[in-house]
């Protein structure tokens, strides 16, 4: 900063005013300090400022995943709700790990954000201690906890998995099973699971016809694998619903293989509404949600909690339950 000042022959304080526009700064003296800047490649040291404003310019937020489109969008939205505040996003990504998130938590908040969010209701104890005791706004998404630590975006997954088993029994399905993986990492999954449970349940549908395969994120490779091991062991399943469009487009591709006709032979219903879902042949059913609304609105509730609390005004904490929508396609 002081070489700047000295090529502009300005004070450094002057510097510091026109980076920040301040309005005691002439728009020629600006200017000229801004032209310095750009030769020198200079970029202001906001640490000192943000110790003093205890306002770091930054919301951290929290995906499974950075290769899959629907988490990217929620970023996409976050991204776009907070940066014509001035914000910018510090992304992590858990990889389905709560232990994993944890770290994450611990790593994100010694940064000293202004405001996080995660994705998901259920994190370790220590996640939970640690971000309810922040002191800034926290946002859970895609998820409806039951105890939330603040304030909540997002939909129930055991409920849209619900919606769509009652849709394929309204289509007629009676042997309908349900594709997940092999552990509870991906909590929203396991959601989905225990929502079709209470479905089949609830229609009086013969029980238990869940298969277990793969770590999740489960891929199209073990979603092929698991329709296969789904209609050894029980014959007459006639509709299969997949806890992700990726592994019910490998189940799909897998029964082109086999010559077994979707939906003649068995009917394939995903979750998401990925672009797969309706570029496939056929074309999969699925449940969509608007992955970038739950991030600009996640970003809008950490906008008006940081406003709220300049102001020295307790917003409250915040539920908003984003729609989903059952998608009949031509898999079913």
């Known amino acids: 900063m002081a070489e700047v000042a000295a090529r502009a022959g300005v004070s450094t304080m002057t510097v510091s005013r026109a980076l920040k526009s301040d309005g005691l700064v002439s728009q020629e003296t600006r200017q000229r300090i801004l032209d310095v800047v750009d030769e020198l490649g200079y970029v202001l040291d906001l640490s000192a400022g943000a110790l003093s404003s205890k306002r770091t310019g930054f919301v951290a937020a929290l995906v499974p995943s950075i290769n899959n489109s629907n988490f990217s969008d929620t970023v996409r939205g976050i991204t776009e709700s907070v940066e014509v505040h001035g914000l910018q996003v510090l992304l992590g990504y858990t990889d389905y790990d709560i232990e994993k998130e944890e770290r994450l938590v611990r790593a994100m908040l010694s940064r000293r954000p202004d405001g996080?969010?995660?994705?998901?209701g259920r994190h370790t104890e220590k996640a939970r201690r640690m971000l309810a005791s922040a002191g800034i706004p926290v946002v859970e998404t895609w998820d409806l906890p039951s105890e939330p630590i603040d304030n909540v975006v997002g939909f129930s997954?055991?409920?849209?998995?619900?919606?769509?088993?009652?849709?394929?029994?309204e289509k007629g399905y009676r042997r309908i099973a349900f594709v997940?993986?092999?552990?509870?990492?991906?909590?929203?999954?396991?959601?989905?699971?225990c929502g079709y449970q209470r479905a089949v349940e609830e229609l009086g549908l013969p029980a238990g016809?869940?298969?277990s395969f793969g770590k999740p994120p489960i891929s199209m490779e073990q979603g092929a694998q698991a329709i296969v091991h789904l209609v050894e062991?029980?014959?007459?399943?006639?509709?299969a619903v997949c806890v992700s469009d990726l592994s019910a487009f490998g189940a799909i591709m897998e029964c082109h293989r086999r010559g077994w006709a979707v939906p003649g032979r068995i009917a394939i219903a995903g979750f998401g509404d990925f672009e797969i879902s309706h570029c496939s042949w056929p074309r999969i059913t699925t449940v969509a949600v608007d992955c970038r609304a739950i991030g600009a609105e996640a970003g809008?509730?950490?906008l008006r909690a940081i406003e709220s609390a300049r102001g020295a005004r307790s917003s409250g904490s915040e539920r908003i339950v984003v729609p989903f929508q059952v998608i009949e396609r031509d898999s079913t």
């Not at 996080?116 to 998901?120: L, N, P, Q, Y």
């Not at 062991?233 to 509709?239: K, Q, S, Y």
Request: aromatic residues 4%.
């Open 180 to 193: 997940g993986g092999t552990t509870n990492r991906d909590t929203r999954g396991a959601d989905r699971g």
């Open 300 to 302: 809008r509730v950490v």
């Open 233 to 239: 062991r029980w014959p007459d399943v006639d509709a």
């Open 157 to 169: 997954n055991a409920e849209a998995a619900r919606a769509l088993v009652h849709r394929l029994y």
């Open 116 to 120: 996080m969010i995660v994705t998901g």
């Open 209 to 211: 016809r869940t298969i």
